[in-house]
């Protein structure tokens, strides 16, 4: 059974700082190949449009449909899934998945109005600390150790195809088995409630030991994190962390 754009209008890739406008113009090019239409850039370097087409050859509707941001927090604020590609492995855990394990879990996360992400780093160093703690899991491509560095466009490529599979499979499922029934949390809202946590931490430590706060908000984050609040106890959790703040604050204030 043929799979169009359809099966993946809640799915972007997301590219975050590309430097080299030939892996543009591939991944351009193998999303058209494979039928993901949603491709976001994060500042990017400077390209002409043009030569990424001659690269991508019939990719001109995605190469159209490109979203550019001044920032990641921005690509990915209404996100409520984002899988973040990797050969790092972190001390703060959160689920490891191969290119097969991960393309199901993306499908069944995201819809058009709050897309699944999946995101892709520099191709120099790949994505940092502050971009993997945006992630509700990582992706890892199981090459052997002593040349485990992929070309962006290959590692795009093989998640690519993993998810045409994947949304094959699922075409031959009741489409309700592969939509969660409410929705996530988006990137934005995860923000909000984040900084709601940083406002309490920093209440409840006035006098600051040097990193304990960044230590312990890298921890939460990630407990929060992996266990995908929806929109609704994400904002919940912000009211709690503020009100308790706000409590702390007034303590302090009432004993000098």
């Known amino acids: 059974m043929s799979t169009g754009n359809h099966s993946f209008s809640g799915i972007v890739l997301v590219l975050d700082r590309p430097r080299d406008p030939v892996n543009v113009g591939a991944v351009v090019r193998l999303m058209g190949n494979f039928g993901l239409p949603r491709l976001r850039l994060v500042d990017p370097a400077a390209f002409d449009p043009a030569q990424v087409l001659r690269l991508a050859r019939r990719g001109q509707a995605v190469l159209e449909g490109v979203t550019h941001y001044p920032s990641l927090p921005e ?20 689920p490891v998945l191969s290119p097969e394990e991960a393309a199901p879990a993306l499908l069944a996360a995201g819809n058009a109005e709050r897309p699944a992400a999946i995101l892709f780093g520099p191709e120099d160093f790949g994505l940092d600390n502050s971009a993997l703690d945006r992630c509700h899991a990582l992706l890892t491509i199981p090459a052997v150790p002593e040349d485990a560095s992929l070309n962006l466009a290959q590692a795009a490529l093989l998640v690519a195809y993993e998810l045409r ?3 094959l499979k699922l075409h031959e499922l009741p489409h309700e088995e592969s939509v969660p ?45 992996r266990a995908r609040p929806t929109e609704a106890e994400a904002h919940l959790l912000e009211g709690i962390f503020q009100h308790v703040a706000h409590g702390l604050a007034d303590k302090q204030e009432r004993h000098g």
């Open 75 to 94: 690509a990915l604020a209404d996100c409520g899934y984002v899988i973040g590609t990797t050969r790092r492995m972190r001390a703060i855990a959160r």
């Open 181 to 225: 029934s409410v929705p996530p949390a988006s990137g934005a809202d995860l923000e909000v409630m984040f900084s709601g946590l940083r406002a309490m931490l920093e209440a409840m430590h006035p006098v600051q030991i040097p990193g304990r706060t960044e230590q312990t908000m890298a921890r939460v984050r990630a407990l929060l994190t």
């Open 165 to 167: 599979l994947a949304a």
